[in-house]
């Protein structure tokens, strides 16, 4: 069983959407027990970091959350849901993340260029599971922060936008896309289905 985390924020019927599509037994759910039960963990997110973590705090499951990874359980965090994952961010500078992964979010510095950085962009990847098969595959962004890993081998995708931007990074059993997947066509779907599968 796939649980797609529902704190009150995010696009959870698109990604619910996208892995029922794949076949996946997907829930959407708020119960530390169905997190508990499920085989993987989705954390999606929309929107500010500060908001993101106040109605995450509110369900009560980030120490199931937290428990969950460390037992070494397959988890995907998307756009927000990557970021909160991290110490903190600009955007919120008063707001803990969940301090699973090292380093800050930080705004997307990009001299000329609009912000937020939001549409189609290629992105250059390294990581062999979640991009087999796609080379510079296109996918959709829609932000304005992205995260700076204080390891940065911990990034193993990047996009330019005016300057390098973080795409995704990999630690251990924890996954996580600044893009969204769910709205990135059928390279979206190779991504999550690479996901699914991966060890």
Request: net charge positive; aromatic share 8%.
């Amino acid at each position: 069983m796939l649980a797609v985390i529902d704190y009150g924020v995010g696009n959870l019927f698109s990604v619910e959407k996208a892995f029922a599509y794949l076949g996946a037994e997907v829930i959407v759910t708020n119960s530390k027990e169905d997190l508990e039960r499920a085989d993987q963990i989705v954390l999606p997110g929309v929107g500010a970091f500060g908001d993101c973590m106040k109605n995450l705090n509110a369900t009560g499951l980030i120490p199931t959350i937290k428990d969950q990874i460390s037992r070494g359980k397959k988890f995907l965090g998307i756009c927000v849901g990557l970021q909160i994952l991290f110490e903190s961010s600009e955007e919120s500078p008063d707001v803990e993340g969940l301090k699973i992964l090292e380093g800050k979010v930080k705004k997307i510095d990009a001299p000329g260029l609009k912000i937020p950085h939001m549409g189609w962009n290629s992105i250059n990847a390294r990581d062999l599971k979640i991009f087999k098969g796609l080379k510079n595959p296109y996918v959709y962004f829609v932000h304005s922060y992205h995260a700076i890993p204080r390891n940065p081998n911990l990034i193993i995708a990047r996009a330019v936008y005016s300057k390098n931007i973080t795409a995704a990074v990999r630690w251990k059993n924890v996954t996580a896309t600044q893009f969204h997947p769910e709205k990135s066509g059928d390279v979206g779907l190779q991504i999550l289905k690479n996901w699914i599968d991966s060890n």
